[in-house]
């Protein structure tokens, strides 16, 4: 995305009239500020000089087991705190994945769309993309059986995020997935799964991750506590079954920023084990997210022009609009901006920038009621736009 367009897009959010569908920020309502307090207490009084000290780079081994454990816990995996790393967030994982795996020209396998910044922080190593076809279901199998067997070499992986998609709020079926992980195997190109979402489902709960399907080590992963616990302090994780690319990563991240921040690791740590802290506000999280995924979803039905299609994601925080494919989104948000409504246009979470018709709607980070009155602008806008197209 050029970043005159991304500059647009920030300075339009930040005004204070305008009901924004286009961050992609959590409920800041819902940022556990005083637990968070009190753990910080708890830990300077507890642990004092240490936690405020240099670390290793790998992570604090206690929040480690715990990630290990957690995972463990939910899907029947044996992982252990060896083959966890703590990140500065997801995005850091992102970005030392690619320069261990990436060299200049190299092919990375996409969904598309996928997670801009993803491709932001690949695109620092120069790869090629190829893009690999979705429908509401994830990835296609024989999509991807047929991009791996046209590519003209092999691609050095696959990234995807296969639970509640940014931007899409897609996920991958069950059925897919140890189909995904078999022709991706066959093919000798790793996986990389991305799973910031995983935890937020609205209803069911969603097939377990690409990771659990593997067991030999071709699949690593990301998870985050940005979405579960606040994106402010930082802390995601990688696992890495593989010793050989972990031996690589942990050096990498080394020379990133030495180590994640030790007092936001154990503030984090004394968080999610506070007896049922961590399961009580996830189903917060849930419930008030999944009511306002109800609540812009009945709004868009009631108030859409008809050529205005989007999906019901089970979870997650976006939800993904095709508009009538002769109206260019890029186009589109300026008449929705003069109206004080904004979104994201598709665009940019497409590798090769081909396809002008999507919109990224968020759910998470508006009340109901901005939410019914930001649908009713944009619904007014598209019509004002798109006259002609019904
Ligand atoms: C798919 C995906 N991956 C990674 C991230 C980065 O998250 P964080 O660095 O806060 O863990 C995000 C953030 O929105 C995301 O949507």
């Not at 409920?27 to 556990?32: Q, R, S, T, V």
């Not at 969603?206 to 690593?220: E, K, Y």
């Not at 690319?245 to 999610?272: C, F, M, N, W």
């Not at 890029?330 to 940019?348: C, Q, Y």
Request: with cysteine; glycine share 8%.
């Amino acid at each position: 995305m050029q970043h005159s367009a991304i500059r647009e897009i920030l300075k339009v959010t930040q005004l204070p009239e305008v009901i924004s569908f286009a961050g992609g920020l959590p409920a800041p309502e819902l940022f556990p500020v005083a637990r968070i307090a009190e753990a910080t207490q708890r830990v300077l009084s507890t642990r004092g000089a240490p936690a405020l000290q240099y670390s290793v780079t790998e992570g604090i081994p206690e929040l480690r087991r715990w990630i290990a454990g957690r995972l463990n816990a939910q899907f029947g995996t044996a992982f252990t705190l060896d083959e966890v790393l703590v990140t500065t967030g997801s995005q850091q994982a992102l970005d030392i994945y690619g320069r261990i795996m990436i060299d200049p020209g190299d092919f990375v396998v996409l969904e598309n769309p996928s997670y801009l910044g993803a491709i932001q922080a690949f695109d620092a190593y120069q790869p090629e993309y190829l893009t690999v076809e979705t429908d509401e279901a994830g990835i296609i199998p024989e999509a991807l059986e047929e991009v791996l067997r046209k590519a003209p070499r092999r691609p050095k992986f696959l990234y995807l995020i296969p639970t509640f998609q940014n931007p899409t709020g897609r996920t991958l079926s069950a059925e897919r997935r140890p189909k995904v992980v078999e022709i991706c195997r066959r093919n000798e190109v790793p996986i990389f799964e991305d799973n910031p979402y995983g935890e937020l489902a609205f209803s069911e709960k969603p097939p377990a991750p690409l990771i659990a399907h593997d067991g030999t080590g071709f699949v690593s992963y990301t998870g985050t506590a940005s979405k579960i616990a606040a994106p402010g302090l930082r802390i995601g994780w990688m696992i890495v079954p593989e010793k050989t690319l972990r031996d690589k990563l942990i050096p990498a991240k080394q020379g990133s920023d030495l180590h994640t921040a030790t007092l936001d690791q154990y503030i984090l740590h004394e968080l999610v084990t506070d007896g049922s802290f961590l399961e009580d506000h996830i189903a917060l999280i849930r419930k008030t997210y999944g009511a306002r995924r109800d609540v812009m979803l009945s709004a868009l039905k009631e108030m859409m022009p008809e050529h205005v299609r989007f999906n019901h994601p089970a979870g997650g925080m976006f939800l993904w609009a095709n508009v009538d494919p002769r109206i260019d989104t890029e186009e589109l948000f300026k008449a929705a901006a003069a109206a004080n409504v904004a979104f994201v246009p598709g665009r940019p979470f497409y590798p090769h920038n081909d396809r002008r018709d999507g919109m990224r709607l968020n759910f998470s980070n508006s009340d109901e009621t901005k939410i019914r009155i930001g649908v009713e602008r944009l619904a007014t806008a598209i019509r004002n736009y798109g006259a002609g197209i019904s």
